[in-house]
């Protein structure tokens, strides 16, 4: 005879409200999909895929560094691309201040957001050199939040960068991870860790840090 598992009365309770607001969380968004496009479409985070949003601060941080950045141009100096890597909570403010933004995201509910977006699996890096080749060389600044804090993952990361920058020499680089990847980071892309901070909406337990290759501390405006 089978023997009937049950959970206590509170639990039950408990586990029916979560997924009852999992359900209601997720209507919303196939309804935001279905009725938004481009940077008007909404996304919760996805902690399986260790989505964690920046905070409204940070967003604005990183936005005013992308606008200045835009002030230094000339008119002969060309289009200026951007390239987003796992880190789509800034798309929306970046995308506000500037055309020419892609998103690179394993996430294909961002597909919400048109031909901006670009399906990316850090997976495929390592062995196709020719992975996401129409992008290679294409981007002048490139922000990136590997999901990981694995040093395969920094490594992968690395990669996709180095193929990504039009100029490595020129094109601008912003990592943002755990203080504990740097040896991995700094090993692999000329970087230096800065005293800008990155914040999420949600509190994190590791150390968070940011990476470049220019001097991003001159960009951030001190509050």
């Not at 850090?122 to 590997?146: F, M, R, T, W």
């Not at 912003?174 to 230096?192: K, N």
């Amino acid at each position: 005879m089978d023997d009937d598992i049950s959970l206590p009365a509170d639990t039950l309770a408990i586990l029916n409200e979560f997924l009852l607001e999992r359900s209601k969380r997720e209507a919303e968004e196939e309804s935001q999909i279905a009725n938004k496009t481009g940077k008007d479409a909404h996304f919760e985070e996805d902690w399986q895929l260790s989505q964690f949003w920046y905070s409204t601060e940070t967003k604005h941080a990183l936005r005013d560094v992308v606008r200045k950045l835009l002030a230094e141009r000339t008119e002969d100096s060309g289009d200026f691309s951007i390239a987003l890597l796992s880190c789509p909570s800034l798309y929306k403010d970046i995308r506000d201040i500037h055309d020419t933004v892609h998103i690179f995201e394993f996430d294909q509910r961002f597909e919400a957001y048109g031909t901006d977006f670009v399906h990316y699996d850090l997976n495929c890096v390592g062995s196709n050199a020719d992975y996401l080749k129409e992008h290679h060389h294409q981007y002048d600044l490139i922000v990136a939040d590997p999901p990981f804090l694995s040093q395969e993952c920094i490594a992968k990361t690395c990669e996709i960068i180095t193929r990504l920058q039009r100029n490595q020499k020129e094109s601008k680089v912003i990592l943002c991870s755990g203080e504990v990847v740097e040896p991995w980071l700094t090993a692999r892309l000329p970087v230096l860790k800065c005293s800008f901070r990155p914040e999420h909406e949600r509190n994190l337990g590791n150390e968070f840090v940011s990476y470049a290759n220019f001097n991003l501390d001159e960009y951030i405006e001190n509050k």
